[in-house]
């Protein structure tokens, strides 16, 4: 309304900048605190939601965490012990025994045992069936072996150590499963693909859920809505209500994934540490950390707030007073 | 304050609700306008704040030629002009307090202000201390001074009411309409549709009389 022509009377409109920004912001602070305690005023409902959001995000980071675990280089002495180097002369020669001083003093080398022909033969003939193909031989045909746990954590390295092992006295060769090795990589390539694949879709899940739950709020509150914007509410000032609740629907969601994802892994520990333990691993799950965890309810909130963006704002608009 | 230059409202389904309507109403004016229903008073006022658009003709108020107004201007519009309706409209999961506060919120008024003209506009209605009251529990009169109080307390310089006495007994329809009469009093330009005859013979009060869509001379 022209502030000239209407003169009579205070007008409201005749606000300055400073104030119209003070007042949207002051909105914001009271919507902050208003939008949160009406969603908890239902909290069967709010509970139920924040269950389903946080099911949706935890699956996709649980496995994703899973992944890394096993990615993660200790893994692959699970998977990949270590590198066995067939000794071409006794294990009691000098040459042997020299070998596996070098061995030990190498910083490229974690681990070293001796397998020696004696304890190899005992291994080989507890395997069933081999004990009476052993029996035709008069003497041992076995080598003595040295297990070596390279410290190198990539494939290529651990390719080089076994090509230095394989160049020194006393060595037949050295024998390690380098095409297992690129498979797995290979696997797990796919599988982060898999995941990453995964975790769109559950985002966009999580968006279609908080923007089908404020759809059907607008619903409820279509008469509120009509009566605002017939007193001038902007389809801004309308829509903002519904941009906090989003807010504190992915926020409270991604809450509950924290508390899924957090307790799926002290669950999982205790079972997984034996596994390791029996590889002689150090393996272990490790629960979210600080960051990750500011990260997910970074993320739970901003897909809120995407979600109400996404599907209230032609809504809204369609909502007009008759 | 409010112009209406040979405005025509044709509905999509062809239905012409308004017919070459012209007239003008002085800033401060109190107008009944009247009509058997049908004859367009609703789509008339509706057209006032933006609700419905003219199809041929121009609406203007204070100045501005809404018929033109674009979209996002029309929040700026309906700021600055009060409305009661029939059925009061009324937030009935809200109490009396947040009712009458909606226009001062959508302005963005500070809270302690917005304290202060809620009393305000309730204790000139009649309705002192009733703020924390739900509607429900409130009489048909009541909800409709609520609603009042809501038309006016963010002091609209225009006030439009569609059949404000709509449901209300003849004692109660006088007491609400001379409410009215002391907005305009103040200064506020108020057009009230009705079509309770007797209530207007009363008052002392210009009349733009609808038939059919046209206005006809007095």
């Given at each position: 309304?022209?502030?000239?022509?209407?003169?009579?009377?205070?007008?409201?409109?005749?606000?300055?900048?400073?104030?119209?920004?003070?007042?949207?912001?002051?909105?914001?602070?009271?919507?902050?605190?208003?939008?949160?305690?009406?969603?908890?005023?239902?909290?069967?409902?709010?509970?139920?939601?924040?269950?389903?959001?946080?099911?949706?995000?935890?699956?996709?980071?649980?496995?994703?965490?899973?992944?890394?675990?096993?990615?993660?280089?200790?893994?692959?002495?699970?998977?990949?012990?270590?590198?066995?180097?067939?000794?071409?002369?006794?294990?009691?020669s000098e040459t042997a025994q020299a070998l596996l001083q070098r061995l030990r003093a190498s910083s490229a080398v974690g681990e070293v045992r001796l397998i020696t022909e004696q304890a190899a033969l005992m291994e080989f003939s507890s395997l069933a069936g081999f004990g009476d193909v052993l029996n035709a031989f008069s003497e041992n045909p076995l080598p003595g072996i040295i297990e070596v746990v390279p410290r190198e954590r990539d494939g290529a390295g651990i390719k080089l150590l076994a090509q230095q092992i394989a160049g020194q006295d006393g060595v037949d060769q050295?024998?390690?499963?380098?095409?297992?090795?690129?498979?797995?990589?290979?696997?797990?390539?796919?599988?982060?693909?898999?995941?990453?694949?995964?975790?769109?879709?559950?985002?966009?899940?999580?968006?279609?859920?908080?923007?089908?739950?404020?759809?059907?709020?607008?619903?409820?509150?279509?008469?509120?809505?009509?009566?605002?914007?017939?007193?001038?509410?902007?389809?801004?000032?309308?829509?903002?209500?519904?941009?906090?609740?989003?807010?504190?629907?992915?926020?409270?969601?991604?809450?509950?994934?924290?508390?899924?994802?957090?307790?799926?892994?002290?669950?999982?520990?205790?079972?997984?540490?034996?596994?390791?333990?029996?590889?002689?691993?150090?393996?272990?799950?490790?629960?979210?950390?600080?960051?990750?965890?500011?990260?997910?309810?970074?993320?739970?909130?901003?897909?809120?707030?995407?979600?109400?963006?996404?599907?209230?704002?032609?809504?809204?608009?369609?909502?007009?007073?008759? | 304050?409010?112009?209406?230059?040979?405005?025509?409202?044709?509905?999509?389904?062809?239905?012409?609700?308004?017919?070459?309507?012209?007239?003008?109403?002085?800033?401060?004016?109190?107008?009944?306008?009247?009509?058997?229903?049908?004859?367009?008073?609703?789509?008339?006022?509706?057209?006032?704040?933006?609700?419905?658009?003219?199809?041929?003709?121009?609406?203007?108020?204070?100045?501005?030629?809404?018929?033109?107004?674009?979209?996002?201007?029309?929040?700026?519009?309906?700021?600055?002009?009060?409305?009661?309706?029939?059925?009061?409209?009324?937030?009935?999961?809200?109490?009396?307090?947040?009712?009458?506060?909606?226009?001062?919120?959508?302005?963005?008024?500070?809270?302690?202000?917005?304290?202060?003209?809620?009393?305000?506009?309730?204790?000139?209605?009649?309705?002192?201390?009733?703020?924390?009251?739900?509607?429900?529990?409130?009489?048909?009169?009541?909800?409709?001074?609520?609603?009042?109080?809501?038309?006016?307390?963010?002091?609209?310089?225009?006030?439009?009411?569609?059949?404000?006495?709509?449901?209300?007994?003849?004692?109660?329809?006088?007491?609400?309409?001379?409410?009215?009469?002391?907005?305009?009093?103040?200064?506020?330009?108020?057009?009230?549709?009705?079509?309770?005859?007797?209530?207007?013979?009363?008052?002392?009060?210009?009349?733009?009389?609808?038939?059919?869509?046209?206005?006809?001379?007095?």
């Open positions: 309304m022209n502030e000239s022509a209407t003169g009579s009377g205070a007008n409201i409109r005749q606000i300055n900048r400073t104030d119209r920004l003070k007042a949207w912001s002051r909105h914001h602070r009271q919507l902050f605190r208003s939008t949160l305690s009406t969603l908890l005023n239902q909290p069967g409902a709010l509970l139920i939601t924040w269950l389903v959001i946080g099911i949706a995000l935890s699956l996709p980071i649980l496995l994703s965490l899973a992944l890394r675990e096993i990615s993660e280089a200790d893994t692959r002495q699970v998977i990949q012990p270590a590198m066995s180097v067939y000794l071409s002369v006794p294990s009691e050295v024998s390690f499963d380098a095409a297992w090795l690129e498979r797995l990589s290979a696997i797990l390539g796919i599988l982060e693909r898999v995941l990453y694949a995964l975790g769109v879709l559950f985002s966009g899940a999580v968006i279609l859920i908080i923007g089908n739950t404020l759809r059907l709020t607008i619903e409820n509150q279509r008469g509120e809505i009509e009566i605002t914007k017939l007193f001038g509410g902007s389809d801004s000032f309308v829509q903002r209500p519904f941009i906090y609740r989003g807010f504190w629907l992915g926020f409270g969601g991604a809450l509950l994934a924290f508390l899924i994802i957090q307790s799926s892994l002290l669950y999982l520990s205790g079972p997984v540490e034996r596994l390791a333990q029996s590889y002689r691993s150090n393996f272990a799950l490790e629960t979210l950390n600080f960051g990750e965890s500011i990260g997910l309810f970074a993320l739970g909130a901003l897909l809120g707030i995407l979600g109400s963006w996404v599907s209230v704002w032609r809504y809204l608009k369609q909502i007009q007073p008759k | 304050m409010l112009v209406f230059d040979h405005v025509s409202k044709r509905y999509p389904n062809g239905y012409e609700a308004l017919s070459d309507v012209s007239f003008s109403v002085e800033a401060g004016e109190f107008v009944f306008l009247t009509g058997p229903s049908g004859a367009g008073k609703s789509t008339l006022l509706k057209m006032i704040n933006g609700v419905e658009r003219s199809s041929r003709g121009q609406v203007h108020v204070a100045g501005k030629n809404i018929s033109r107004l674009p979209a996002r201007k029309i929040p700026g519009l309906r700021q600055g002009i009060g409305v009661v309706f029939q059925n009061h409209q009324l937030l009935f999961d809200r109490p009396v307090y947040d009712n009458v506060a909606l226009p001062l919120v959508i302005a963005g008024m500070k809270p302690t202000e917005i304290g202060r003209r809620v009393r305000a506009a309730l204790s000139k209605v009649g309705l002192t201390g009733r703020e924390g009251d739900w509607p429900e529990t409130l009489s048909g009169g009541e909800q409709q001074r609520v609603g009042i109080a809501r038309a006016v307390v963010h002091r609209p310089p225009m006030l439009l009411a569609d059949e404000p006495t709509g449901n209300l007994d003849p004692d109660l329809s006088r007491e609400i309409m001379s409410l009215f009469l002391q907005f305009s009093q103040l200064g506020v330009t108020v057009l009230i549709a009705t079509h309770d005859l007797e209530l207007v013979e009363s008052m002392p009060a210009r009349r733009l009389q609808l038939q059919a869509g046209r206005i006809q001379s007095p």
